[in-house]
C-alpha cells in the first residue's frame, strides 16, 4: 500500500536526532579492550626482525600478536587466500598490518603501534602499470579477452582511424564511518561480532576459519553502516578477524576502528587504470571496428580485482551498438593497498572509455558528440530490432530506452539552446570558457558470478499484529530496509508503522551475498516477498475456511482482511491464526532467472537486465588556473517502477556528485616508494557541499522494468555514478574552446590537469 | 586542571589531566552522548560538529575533535543530543532534513545538523559556505541545501537559548596556563618558554590527534580578552592575536573585500570560528591563507616578550621553514594594518574549491596614478618556504604603464622571486604558471573583464 511513495529512510528520524548507532556507539563494558595495527613502512621487502618489546611495554597495552601467535588461518581475503591478516615475513605494500596491539584504549593502542623496531631488507616495488608490464608481475596468467566481429580485418576499410590513452585515477571510497568491528566472546567459545560491513557471511566466514570454528558458531550483526560504497564488501575482513582472534584470546570484549588516516593507508580503493583504444569509423561517426586495451592496477592482492576487470569489459560498450570489437584486460599486481570493489565495480572505467572514444570521434569529425552518440546506439526496444543488436559479450540487448530517454532529456535541458549559448560565450570570453555534455548510461544488472544471485528472508509476525523482517541485505544508508519494508507492507497490506525491518544478522538469514552490484532490493525485495506470500497464503486459506469463501478473494489491504462478505481487521486475523495454530513466521528466497555467464570465453547472459540513464552537464573553466565549476546538470535516470522515488533520486543526486568527484578532485598520490601521500581529508578532496551543480534538475523514466523484477523496479545503487562522465565531458568540451587540438583530458581532472589540456588544445608543449 | 561549562543546557564540570583531552573524546567516552561522531580526527570533515556559545552569546559551529576541553571552560556546548526540544520536539532543521531525505547512511548527519542549527540560529542564508565544512558521501548536498532552505522559515526554537554563562574563571595549574590578560601570558611565558601556546587550535589539535604528542606545558590564550580585540584607530585596525578568522572577517569585510571572500574560503566555517590570525601568523605556515594577504597590504607585527615589544614588517617575520624571527618567550600580539588600501586582490588556487589549503595563494596590491604603476605590493604563499614578497616583480611593475602588456612582460620575473616545489597539491610548473597568470588575472579583473568561475550562472 505504500509502495512507490516517498518514505523517508527507515532510520531517518535516528539520523537526525544522533541517536542512530554505529558500531563505536554500542554500548560496551568498560573491559572492552581496543585494537591498532602496527602498520608496514616499506612497500616491499623482508622482516629480518621485528622487536615489539616497546609496543609490549607501553602504557596500558595487554597483548601483541604476530603473525606466527595467530591460532588458525591468517587469511582475510575474500576470494584467493592470498591475503594474510598479518604479514608473516614478506611485506606487500606500505601499510600491511603486521602486529595487533590490544589496549586498554583505541588512543593507547595507535600510541603503541608506533612504537616497533623493524630491520627490513627493502626491495624494489612494483608500482606503476608500466612497473608491472615490464616485470610482467599480474593476477591470471595472461590477459583476459572477449571479442565480436572481426576488428582486424575491418579497420584497414574503415574510412577513418583514430587512437589515444585514457588514464583514470583511482577513488578513495570516504565512507563518513571508517571501518569498524567489536567482537564479544560468548559460551561454548561462541563469538558475536558486530561489523560495519556489506558481507556480513563473509565476515562469519573469515572468522570461522580464523578461530576454527563452525560457522554456526559465528553470529555477525550489522545495524548499519555509515556508508559503504563498495569499501566494506571485503575490507572490514581483517578487523573483525583480530577483533575476534583477540577476545577469545583475553576473554573480553574487543573493538578496532580505524583511525582516518589508517583507513586511508591500509584498506583498497577503486582500481586506477589506464584505458588505451583504437577506433575506426566512418563519415558520421559510426564506430566500425574498435580495440581497447584495459590495464587494472590490483595491488598486492587479488581481492574483487577479477570480477571489477569482467566488469569493466561488459561495460566497455557501453549504450552503442559496435559490430567489431576486441577488449583486452590486464590485471596487473603491484606492491600498493590491494584495490577493491567501489560503486560501478569497474563498470565506469569501462564505460569512460568508450565516451572517450566518442568524444574523440566528434572532435576529429567536427560534429556534436550527441550526434555522434545517438548515431551509435543501441536500436530501443520500440524498434523490435530483429535480430537483436548484441554486446561484445554476445548477449542480445532488448530492453534498450536511451533512445527515447535521450529525447525527452535534449528537450528537457534545453540543450541544443544551450549548446548555442555556450558557443556564443566561449566567442566572446577569452579568460573563461565553458563546455556542455551528454552521456548514457547502460549499467547491467546481477552479479556476473552468477551463484551469488540468490537471497533469503525471514518474516514473522507478531500476535499483536506486528511484523519483523529479516533480510540478507545490509543497510549503508542507500534506504534498503525501507524499501523491503515498503514491498512487506504491499503485500501485507498492513500500514507501514506495523512492520520493522531488524538488523541483518547471520543466524536469521544464513549464507546472504554481499549487499552489492546494485542488487539490494532486487534480492531482499523478492525473498520478502515470497516470505509474505507464504503467509498471507496461510492466513486466506484460514479465513476462506472460516467464511466459506475461495481463497483467492480473500484481499490484504488497509489493515483488513477482506472477502465477498466480510471485512477483519489485520489484528483479529492473526490473533485468530495464532489461536487455530497456524505458523506465523516464514522464510522466502529468491534466484534471479535465466543468467548464465561463462567468464573465461566471455559468453553468455550476464545480466537479467540494464538500467538506463542520460545526463547532460555544463561547466565553466578558468583558463588563466584551471578551476572549473559544475554549472547545471540534468539527469533522466531509469529505476523502472521505482518503488520510493525519494530514495531513488537520492541515490541519482549522490551517484552524480560521487561520480564526478571521482574524474575531477579526487586525487590520489603515491610516492616514489609507494607510501601514499593523501591518507587524510586535508589532501584528498571529496566533492564539499558547493560542488554540486548549483542547477540540479533530476528526474525519473516512469516505465516499468520489462523483467518481473520486484514491482518492476530497477537497481538504483551503481548506474547513476556513471553520470559523473557528463561532468568530465564538459570539462572537455570547455577546454577544446581553447584551441584547435584535441584536449587530450586525464582524469582526475583537477584544475592542474584541465589547465595542461588547456595547453594541448593550444598546441602548448608543457616545459619545465 | 578541572573544567566548567554547559552541556546542552545544563552545568558539567570535569578533569582535563593533560589539558589535550578533546571535547569530542569527552562526548562520546565519558558522557556517552554518541551522536557526535567522528569522522576524520583532524576538523576536516564536520562529523564532530557541535555548537560553542562564548560569553558574546554568539552561537558557532566548531569541530570537537580538535577542540581541547580548556577551550571550553566557561562556555556552552550544545551537540545533537540537544537541538531538540527537552520533550522530543524536533528543531526546524531536523523536520527539514527529515522531510528533504537529507540522511542517507546518517554518519554525517548529526555534524550537519548542529552546523545548520548554528546557521539557522544566525540567520545565515548562504548555505555552500555555510555547510562547507561538512562532507557528506551519500546524498551529494542537494537535499542538504533543500533541506536548509526549508528550514530557514522556521522560528529558533526557545531551548535553543544558552543561559547565563557559568563563571568562567579557568583554574591554571603549573603546566596547563589559562591567562586572563596578555600580562599574565606575557609573564608566564618568559618563565616557560617551551610551553606550546593554544589559540585556536586547528593546528595544534592534529599534533595530538595525528602525531600523538604530549604537549605540556601549555597555555590556553582564549580566556585573555584584551588579545582578541580588534581596535580601529581611524588610520588603521589594530588585531589582537587571537581574534577568531570569523571576526577577523567582519572587521574587514568593508575594507578588503576580496581578502574577505578569499578568506570565506579558508577552512571551514567551523574552523574559522576557532581559528585565529596570530596563530595563522605564529605557526609560519607557507601555505597559511592570512600572511600573504596581510604582507601585500603591508601589515606590522606585534611581538611581546616580557614586557617588550618589537614591531616589524609581517614578511620579516618568516625567516625560513619552521622558522620565524621570534626569541625565546615572545609571542605574537597583535597586527596592525591600514585601512586606506582597496586594490588588494587574493586568488587562492586549491584543488577543492572549499575548505583546502592553497596550492597557491596570490595577494597583489597595486596602486595607479594617472596611467602610471605608482605602488606594489604582492605576496605569495605556497610559492617558497615561507609566505614572501614578490620583490623582483615588484621592482619590475612600479613605474610601468598600467596595460595588459606590461603584466605580460613583468611576468616572467616571478620566476627570480620563486622556485616552487611538487607535493600531493600542485606540480612546480603549474604552481609557476598560474602564479604568473594571477598577474594577468589582476589587470583582467581591475579591467573588469570577466575572471572569476563563481560568477558564470548557466
Redesign the interface.
Given at each position: 500500500m505504500t509502495l512507490t511513495q516517498?518514505l523517508?529512510?527507515d532510520?531517518?528520524?535516528?539520523?537526525?536526532?544522533?541517536?542512530?548507532?554505529?558500531v563505536?556507539?554500542i554500548?560496551t563494558p568498560a573491559s572492552t579492550l581496543h585494537l591498532a595495527f602496527g602498520l608496514s613502512p616499506v612497500a616491499k621487502g623482508e622482516i629480518r626482525s621485528l622487536d615489539i618489546s616497546a609496543v609490549r611495554a607501553a602504557k596500558g597495552v595487554r597483548l601483541v600478536l604476530r603473525a606466527k601467535d595467530l591460532p588458525f588461518a591468517n587469511d582475510v581475503s575474500p576470494s584467493a587466500h592470498d591475503e594474510p591478516l598479518l604479514a608473516d615475513r614478506f611485506l606487500h605494500y606500505a601499510g600491511q598490518p603486521i602486529f595487533i596491539v590490544v589496549a586498554d584504549s583505541h588512543?593507547l593502542a595507535?600510541?603503541a603501534a608506533?612504537l616497533a623496531k623493524y630491520e627490513i631488507d627493502e626491495a624494489v616495488p612494483i608500482l606503476t602499470i608500466e612497473d608491472a608490464l615490464i616485470s610482467n608481475s599480474r593476477f591470471e596468467s595472461a590477459p583476459r579477452i572477449y571479442s565480436k566481429g572481426t576488428p582486424d580485418t575491418v579497420f584497414p576499410d574503415a574510412l577513418h582511424q583514430t587512437n589515444g590513452s585514457l588514464n583514470l585515477g583511482g577513488q578513495e571510497?570516504?565512507?563518513?564511518?571508517?571501518q569498524a568491528a567489536l567482537a564479544q566472546p560468548g559460551e561454548y567459545g561462541d563469538i558475536v561480532v558486530h561489523s560495519s560491513t556489506q558481507h556480513p557471511s563473509e565476515i562469519q566466514h573469515k572468522v570461522a576459519e580464523a578461530l576454527n570454528l563452525a560457522q554456526h558458531a559465528v553470529k555477525v550483526e550489522v545495524r548499519?553502516?555509515?556508508?559503504?560504497?563498495g569499501g566494506k564488501e571485503s575490507q572490514g575482513n581483517a578487523l573483525a578477524v583480530a577483533c575476534a582472534i583477540a577476545a577469545v584470546q583475553t576473554g573480553q570484549p574487543c573493538k578496532m576502528r580505524y583511525?582516518?588516516?589508517d583507513d586511508f593507508i591500509i584498506t583498497g580503493k577503486r582500481h586506477d587504470c589506464r584505458v588505451d583504444y583504437k577506433v575506426g569509423f566512418d563519415q558520421h561517426g559510426r564506430v566500425q571496428a574498435l580495440e581497447f586495451t584495459h590495464y587494472f592496477r590490483c595491488g598486492w592482492g587479488q581481492d574483487l580485482s577479477l570480477p571489477v576487470a569482467d566488469r569493466a569489459m561488459l561495460h566497455a560498450d557501453n549504450a552503442y551498438d559496435l559490430p567489431h570489437v576486441r577488449i583486452t584486460s590486464h590485471r596487473l599486481k603491484t606492491n600498493t593497498q590491494s584495490a577493491t570493489a567501489f560503486r560501478g565495480f569497474g563498470g565506469p572505467q569501462g564505460m569512460i572509455g568508450i565516451e572517450r572514444v566518442m568524444d574523440h570521434i566528434a572532435h576529429f569529425l567536427g560534429l556534436d558528440p550527441t550526434s555522434v552518440r545517438r548515431k551509435n546506439y543501441y536500436p530501443d526496444m520500440s524498434e523490435n530490432a530483429e535480430p537483436p543488436a548484441t554486446t561484445p559479450y554476445h548477449m542480445p540487448v532488448t530492453d534498450f530506452i536511451l533512445g527515447e530517454m535521450t529525447h525527452s532529456l535534449l528537450k528537457s535541458s534545453n540543450y541544443a539552446t544551450?549548446k548555442a549559448s555556450v558557443a556564443e560565450w566561449n566567442a566572446e570570453?577569452s579568460?573563461?570558457k565553458?563546455g556542455i555534455a551528454l552521456s548514457p548510461v547502460k549499467f547491467g544488472i546481477s552479479f556476473t558470478l552468477t551463484h551469488l544471485n540468490q537471497a533469503g528472508a525471514l518474516v514473522q509476525i507478531y500476535t499483536d499484529g506486528s511484523v519483523l523482517i529479516n533480510h540478507g541485505g545490509t543497510e549503508?544508508?542507500?534506504?534498503l530496509f525501507q524499501k523491503v519494508a515498503q514491498v512487506a507492507s504491499r503485500s501485507l497490506g498492513v500500514t507501514q508503522s506495523t512492520i520493522r525491518a531488524s538488523a541483518t544478522d547471520t543466524s536469521k538469514v544464513p549464507n546472504t551475498s554481499a549487499t552489492a552490484a546494485s542488487s539490494g532490493s532486487d534480492l531482499n525485495g523478492m525473498a520478502v516477498l515470497a516470505a509474505c506470500e507464504k503467509l498471507k497464503q496461510r492466513l486466506s486459506a484460514l479465513v476462506a475456511k472460516q467464511y466459506g469463501c475461495a481463497q483467492e478473494v480473500v484481499l490484504f489491504k488497509d489493515d483488513m482482511v477482506t472477502g465477498p462478505d466480510f471485512k477483519l481487521a489485520w489484528l483479529e486475523v492473526v490473533k485468530s491464526a495464532y489461536e487455530n495454530r497456524v505458523s506465523l513466521s516464514a522464510t522466502g528466497f529468491y534466484k534471479t532467472p535465466g543468467i548464465e555467464w561463462d567468464r573465461i570465453k566471455g559468453q553468455g547472459r550476464p545480466f537479467l537486465y540494464f538500467a538506463y540513464g542520460v545526463s547532460v552537464t555544463?561547466v565553466?573553466?578558468?583558463v588563466?588556473?584551471?578551476?572549473?565549476?559544475i554549472?547545471?546538470c540534468d539527469i533522466l535516470h531509469d529505476c523502472g517502477s521505482s518503488l520510493n522515488p525519494?530514495?531513488d533520486?537520492?541515490q541519482v543526486?549522490?551517484?552524480?556528485?560521487?561520480g564526478a568527484g571521482w574524474l575531477t578532485?579526487e586525487?590520489l598520490?603515491w610516492d616514489e616508494k609507494g607510501h601514499l601521500?593523501?591518507h587524510?581529508?586535508?589532501?584528498y578532496?571529496?566533492?564539499?557541499?558547493?560542488?554540486?551543480p548549483?542547477?540540479?534538475n533530476?528526474s525519473l523514466w516512469a516505465a516499468p522494468n520489462f523483467q518481473d523484477t520486484i514491482y518492476r523496479s530497477k537497481a538504483v545503487g551503481e548506474p547513476p555514478f556513471m553520470h559523473g562522465i557528463s561532468a568530465f565531458l564538459a570539462l572537455s568540451d570547455a577546454v577544446s574552446a581553447c584551441g584547435p587540438n584535441y584536449p587530450d583530458l586525464q582524469a582526475p581532472a583537477?584544475?592542474?590537469e584541465v589547465?595542461?589540456a588547456i595547453k594541448r588544445a593550444k598546441g602548448i608543449k608543457?616545459?619545465? | 586542571m578541572k573544567i566548567s561549562f554547559r552541556l546542552n543546557g545544563v552545568s558539567v564540570s570535569t578533569l582535563a589531566p593533560t589539558g589535550t583531552e578533546t571535547l569530542l573524546?569527552y562526548l562520546?567516552q565519558d558522557k556517552?552522548?554518541?551522536?557526535?561522531?567522528?569522522?576524520?580526527?583532524?576538523g576536516?570533515?564536520g562529523?564532530c560538529s557541535i555548537i560553542l556559545t562564548g560569553e558574546n552569546g554568539v552561537p558557532r559551529a566548531m569541530n570537537s575533535c580538535i577542540l581541547f576541553l580548556p577551550q571550553i571552560q566557561g562556555r556552552s556546548v550544545r551537540?545533537?543530543?540537544g537541538?531538540?526540544g527537552p520533550d522530543g520536539t524536533?528543531h526546524p532543521?531536523?523536520e527539514a532534513?527529515?522531510?528533504q531525505?537529507?540522511?542517507?547512511?546518517?554518519?554525517?548527519?548529526?555534524g550537519f545538523?548542529t552546523t545548520m542549527a548554528a546557521a539557522h540560529a544566525a540567520g545565515e542564508k548562504d548555505?555552500?559556505?555555510a555547510?562547507?565544512g561538512?562532507?557528506?558521501?551519500?546524498?551529494?548536498?542537494?537535499?542538504?541545501?533543500r533541506a536548509a532552505k526549508l528550514a530557514a522559515q522556521g522560528q529558533v526554537p526557545d531551548w535553543m537559548q544558552e543561559g547565563p554563562q557559568p563563571s568562567s574563571q579557568p583554574t591554571s595549574s603549573d603546566l596547563i596556563f589559562c591567562p586572563e590578560t596578555s600580562d599574565d601570558l606575557a609573564q608566564w611565558y618568559e618563565n616557560n618558554p617551551e610551553a606550546t601556546l593554544v589559540a585556536g587550535g586547528t593546528d595544534v589539535g592534529l599534533w595530538v590527534t595525528?602525531q600523538?604528542r604530549n604537549l605540556t606545558p601549555l597555555a590556553f590564550l582564549g580566556h585573555a580578552k584584551d588579545l582578541r580585540q580588534i581596535e580601529d584607530h581611524g588610520q588603521y585596525l589594530r588585531v589582537g592575536a587571537t581574534t577568531t578568522i570569523t571576526n577577523f572577517m567582519e572587521a574587514i569585510a568593508p575594507l578588503y573585500p576580496s581578502f574577505n571572500a578569499m578568506l570565506s574560503r579558508y577552512g571551514s566555517p567551523q574552523i574559522r570560528n576557532a581559528a585565529t590570525i596570530g596563530g595563522n601568523i605564529a605557526n609560519g605556515s607557507p601555505i597559511g591563507d592570512g600572511p600573504p594577504a596581510l604582507i601585500a597590504l603591508g601589515a606590522t607585527l606585534i611581538l611581546r616578550q616580557g614586557d617588550k615589544r618589537r614591531r616589524m614588517p609581517l614578511e620579516d617575520f618568516f625567516i625560513d621553514y619552521q622558522k620565524q624571527d621570534r626569541l625565546r618567550g615572545e609571542f605574537v600580539e597583535a597586527i596592525e594594518l591600514l585601512k586606506d588600501q582597496n586594490r588588494l586582490r587574493c586568488y587562492k588556487?586549491s584543488?577543492?574549491?572549499?575548505?583546502?589549503?592553497s596550492?597557491v595563494c596570490g595577494c597583489i596590491n597595486i596602486s595607479v596614478e594617472g596611467n602610471i604603476i605608482k605602488t606594489v605590493r604582492i605576496a605569495f604563499g605556497g610559492m617558497a618556504a615561507t609566505p614572501s614578497r614578490a620583490n623582483k616583480t615588484e621592482e619590475i611593475l612600479v613605474g610601468k604603464v598600467w596595460g595588459i602588456k606590461t603584466f605580460e612582460n613583468a611576468k616572467a620575473t616571478l620566476l627570480q622571486d620563486f622556485s616552487p616545489m611538487s607535493?600531493?597539491?600542485?606540480?612546480?610548473?603549474?604552481r609557476s604558471?598560474?602564479a604568473q597568470?594571477?598577474l594577468?588575472?589582476y589587470f583582467?579583473e581591475l579591467e573588469n573583464?570577466?575572471?572569476n568561475?563563481?560568477e558564470?550562472?548557466?
Open positions: 516517498s523517508p529512510h532510520a531517518a528520524l535516528q539520523h537526525v536526532s544522533g541517536t542512530a548507532r554505529y563505536d556507539d554500548p588512543l595507535r600510541k608506533q571510497h570516504f565512507y563518513l564511518e571508517g548499519r553502516m555509515g556508508g559503504g560504497f583511525d582516518r588516516d544551450r570570453n579568460l573563461l565553458r549503508m544508508g542507500q534506504g555544463e565553466v573553466i578558468d588563466l588556473t584551471g578551476e572549473n565549476r554549472l547545471r525519494a530514495l533520486i537520492g543526486e549522490g551517484g552524480f556528485v560521487q578532485t586525487e598520490i601521500k593523501t587524510a581529508p586535508s589532501t578532496k571529496i566533492p564539499a557541499c558547493s560542488d554540486r548549483e542547477i540540479f533530476v583537477t584544475a592542474e589547465f595542461f608543457r616545459e619545465l | 573524546e562520546r556517552g552522548l554518541c551522536g557526535t561522531k567522528e569522522g576524520c580526527n583532524e576536516d570533515c562529523a551537540t545533537v543530543e537541538i531538540s524536533l532543521v531536523q532534513m527529515i522531510s531525505h537529507g540522511a542517507q547512511c546518517g554518519f554525517c548527519t548529526p545538523i548555505f555552500d559556505t555547510l562547507a561538512n562532507l557528506c558521501r551519500c546524498t551529494g548536498y542537494a537535499p542538504i541545501v595525528k600523538m588556487l584543488k577543492r574549491f572549499d575548505q583546502d589549503i596550492a607535493d600531493a597539491r600542485a606540480s612546480a610548473l603549474y604558471e598560474t597568470n594571477m594577468l588575472r583582467n573583464t570577466p575572471v568561475i563563481l558564470v550562472r548557466a
